[in-house]
């Protein structure tokens, strides 16, 4: 998998909240309500057509990436994961961690 790094401020499609850049990785989901967009075919690239909105539905771990948000895009139904990232909203974290299964 090749990595486009792709770090952008953005306000959220789903919190409306601004989202400032995440400086040391690409960001690519907010870090108020942790929702994305599904805009990547290849980590970074912007490529995907479906821009749907990526809804966190779980919270997992990665023996190489560590604690990782599970999504399911609400547009075409794809699982996507991600890592979360160091000011992701611990709250959030928790209530999707609650809501799993």
């Given amino acids: 998998m090749n ?10 499609a789903s919190c409306g909240k601004n989202v400032e850049k995440l400086k040391y990785s690409s960001r690519d989901h907010c870090n108020h309500c ?20 990526l809804k966190p539905v779980e919270i997992a771990t990665d023996a190489k990436k560590g604690i990782i948000i599970v999504y399911k895009c609400t547009r075409c139904g ?3 994961r991600n890592k979360i990232a160091e000011d ?5 974290i ?5 809501h799993k299964g």
Avoid: T
């Fill in 34 to 53: 942790l929702h994305g967009l599904h805009v990547d075919i290849m980590p970074g690239d912007r490529e995907n057509p479906c821009r749907g909105i």
């Fill in 88 to 92: 992701d909203n611990y709250n959030e």
């Fill in 3 to 12: 990595f486009k790094k792709n770090d952008e401020s953005f306000v959220c």
């Fill in 78 to 80: 794809q699982i996507v």
């Fill in 94 to 98: 928790l209530k999707v961690s609650a």
